[in-house]
């Protein structure tokens, strides 16, 4: 019975540590890089700062990450927006350049309902605009918004 009880024990401490290994990777942390570095393909600015190691003068620095898969991201507007995202709304923020509203609020699109995304947004491929609204959120005169649906 002793036998029995270690055996399943073991198999079961085996399963978990499986599972603890094939879980999802975490997001990788974010990396500083000096602004005369193209940002790479994919990744956004999340703000701007100083560093000896970097030349020219402060701020000379870029804090750029992957934007989330799932919900949002806030970007420096600076940032190009990668496929596949959206702009919700712009906002503000001290650790980006430039005169506010200087950030946008990013995410992935719904795939199966409707999105409401500022009239200045990328629009993904496979997406059509299904109607026009209005937001102080986005910028620029009414309409300024869009409501986008996956075809």
């Known amino acids: 019975m002793t036998k029995r009880i270690t055996a399943v024990l073991a198999t079961l401490l085996l399963a978990l540590a499986g599972l603890a290994l094939t ?15 193209p ?12 560093s000896t190691q970097c030349s020219f003068g402060f701020p000379n620095t870029w804090l750029i990450d992957r934007p989330a898969e799932r919900g949002t991201t ?5 940032s190009s927006i ?14 980006c350049p430039y005169a506010f509203p200087n950030t946008w609020r990013i995410a992935k699109p719904s795939a199966t ?14 997406y ?20 986008i649906r996956a075809l």
């Open 74 to 78: 806030t970007v420096c507007k600076v």
């Open 39 to 50: 940002v790479p393909a994919g990744y956004v600015i999340l703000a701007e700062g100083r």
């Open 113 to 126: 309902g409707t999105t409401t995304i500022c009239m200045v947004s990328p629009i993904p491929a496979g």
């Open 82 to 95: 990668p496929d596949g995202y959206v702009i919700l709304a712009e906002d503000r923020s001290t650790q």
């Open 23 to 37: 879980a999802a990777p975490a997001q990788a942390a974010p990396v500083t890089i000096c602004k005369t570095s």
């Open 128 to 147: 059509v605009v299904v109607s026009e609204g209005r937001s102080t959120q986005c910028p620029y005169a009414f309409p300024n918004t869009v409501q």
